[in-house]
Structures are given as C-alpha cells and as structure tokens.
C-alpha cells in the first residue's frame, strides 16, 4: 500500500471520533488489487455496536448504478434490448414516455424530462398504486433537453428491467450482476440479524432503520426498485469497482462500460454517462481532481464509489451518515479528503 493511503485511517478514524459520522468502512484499489481496507466507529450508535468489515449497508442511489444501470447495460449486451428503445414499448400504460417518446438512454442518463423526485408515500397505500401514479406522472420537460437527476426515471428503468427480463428486478440483478461477479451478500430485502447491518436514520422511538430500506418510495414498493433498495458490504463493492475498470467483458461487454462512463449529455445543463456522474456534473463528487475519466455516484445514506477506468483505480467509501441526521456537510468533506488522499498517492 502506498503510504500516504495510510491518511485514510487517520480520517475515517477522525470523522467517526468526532461525531462527524457514525461510522465508515473504506476500500481503495487499482484494477483486481485492493490497496488498502479501513473500518471506523460505529454501524450503530444508539445500540454502541461497532462498525465492522463485512457490515452490510443500505447503499441507498448506489443501486441506480450497481443494479439497475448495469442489468441494464448487460440486457442491452446481450441484444435483449436496445437502449435507443422507447420505454412505452416495454411500458405501454406509461402515459408521459408514450407521448413524449422517452427511450431507454433518456432514463439512463437523466435526460427523460420527468422529474426528479416524488412522495408517492404520502399518498399511495401500495406498491400497486404507488407504480400506477408512478406511470401516469407526466414530463416536466420534453425528453432529451435537459440533464437532471430523476428518482422516477429510474424507479421506471427497473420496471423496464423486470419487464424485458421476465422477472423481478430483483431476481434480474442476482441473475445477471451480483451473481455472476461472485458479490454473494450484496441483495434487495435483505435477511439476517440487525448485528450485520449498518444502522440508518433513527425513528422517533429513537430506534434507527436497520436492515430495512431507508427511502421512503423503495420501502413501499416492498425494497426492491430501480432507484433505491439494494444493500451490500465493501468487499463486493469492491469486486464490482474492480470488473467495472477490467479489459475484460463479463456481466457487460466493456466497450459499453466505457460508453457508460463517457459523458452522453454535452450542453443538456449536467454530465451524465449511462447512470454514472462524470466529472463537471453537479452531483460529481471528485472535483476535477482525478483524471478526465473518471466517475462517480453517491447514495443518500452516505455511501460512495468512485472509479476511473482509464488507470483502474477505484474508492469504496460507506458511511452510515444518515444515522446521525440529514444533515450531509460532514460526509461531503470526508469524500473529498478521502478522494484527494487517493488521487495524491496513486501514481498515474
């Protein structure tokens, strides 16, 4: 491990010390090595239960790019759909993309004109009403004319995913991602005892959400959607970072995988790849100070992957944020010192 990687420790520790976040589990490499892992303070602090290695974390937006983006991408290898595609052809009672002709790429890169988020919570009862309302949200802008960051637009890719594939979205991913690339504890509606999980926001009984989803919309739709819902520990983010910077093919052909980290959305107002931010994007969180390649996508509940296919480097970064409140100016300072330390050590 180079040894300025070694601040890591000293930040995460600090961060997790000082309240800043609960706690945080690290993993840096470059292409199929792992440079250096690194655990802090607490998965849950009201329990004092402390962080581990292997915790498993609600990974929160991370699924639009982990999940849904890549069964996508792979769906799209494979020749069972066509990312030029409208989505009316695979949701046909999908009002605003049957007349405003969305595609596929549009939901991909944020370009769909729906937008950006909704609390169908607050008024459906179920996942039957909440896709229905869902479907019949019409565009805020014409399709293709703007790049900006949509909740919906991906909620309705993992209904094309299960549609194409003739499964749950769920079932789609494991099939098709997770389970080929051997990320055997990574899921949606995950099982097992509060002591593997990350805690995320707490309640009003001062309990805090563990193992269960944190986005409202995702919970209601039974945890599993195209937006929100999957969770998984660093390592086989890890090994999802590292065949996402590889020459090889796999799950994806990596001549897509280098399309989908290449800005697809020049003069639209953002910088989007197929799911990923790609740098000068509002939601990038590296800040030109890694090379022009690179990508990046964060989740709400504080968690991160950075990668750059060029120099195969890559940065998990998963915090448990949102434990000690909404409030992210603490977890956005710890990324950038994070991602600074990493792009200071690495040579090129």
């Not at 789609?172 to 995320?200: E, H, K, S």
């Amino acid at each position: 491990m180079p040894d300025d990687l070694g601040r890591i420790e000293a930040l995460l520790d600090a961060a997790a010390g000082e309240g800043h976040v609960p706690g945080a589990v690290a993993a840096v490499g470059r292409g199929p090595v792992t440079l250096g892992r690194w655990v802090a303070g607490q998965a849950d602090a009201t329990a004092g239960r402390p962080m581990q290695a292997d915790t498993i974390f609600d990974l929160a937006s991370l699924t639009k790019v982990v999940a849904t983006t890549t069964v996508t991408l792979a769906l799209a290898g494979r020749g069972e759909l066509a990312l030029g595609d409208p989505v009316a052809g695979y949701l046909p009672d999908a009002r605003a993309c049957r007349d405003g002709r969305v595609t596929i790429a549009h939901l991909l890169t944020h370009t769909s004109g729906l937008p950006g988020s909704r609390t169908f919570y607050c008024w459906c009862g179920s996942r039957a009403e909440l896709l229905r309302d869902l479907r019949q949200t019409p565009l805020d802008v014409p399709p293709g004319s703007r790049a900006a960051y949509s909740d919906l637009g991906f909620m309705l890719l993992g209904e094309v995913v299960a549609a194409v594939a003739g499964e749950p979205l769920d079932a789609a991913v494991r099939r098709r991602v997770t389970g080929p690339l051997g990320m055997t504890m990574t899921g949606f509606g995950p099982n097992g005892p509060a002591a593997r999980f990350a805690a995320t926001e707490c309640r009003g009984d001062g309990t805090a959400w563990t193992g269960t989803v944190h986005d409202e919309n995702a919970r209601l739709l039974g945890g599993v959607a195209g937006h929100a819902g999957l969770f998984a520990p660093a390592a086989d983010l890890a090994r999802f970072a590292a065949w996402w910077v590889s020459p090889g093919d796999g799950v994806v052909p990596a001549a897509l995988r280098r399309a989908a980290a290449t800005c697809q959305t020049e003069g639209l107002g953002g910088r989007r790849g197929y799911g990923w931010a790609c740098p000068g994007d509002a939601f990038d969180i590296l800040d030109g100070r890694w090379p022009p390649a690179a990508v990046s996508h964060t989740g709400f509940t504080g968690t991160s992957l950075a990668l750059d296919p060029v120099s195969g480097v890559w940065v998990v970064l998963l915090t448990n944020a949102v434990h000690a409140g909404r409030d992210a100016t603490a977890v956005k300072a710890l990324r950038r010192a994070v991602h600074e330390t990493v792009t200071g050590s690495i040579p090129p």
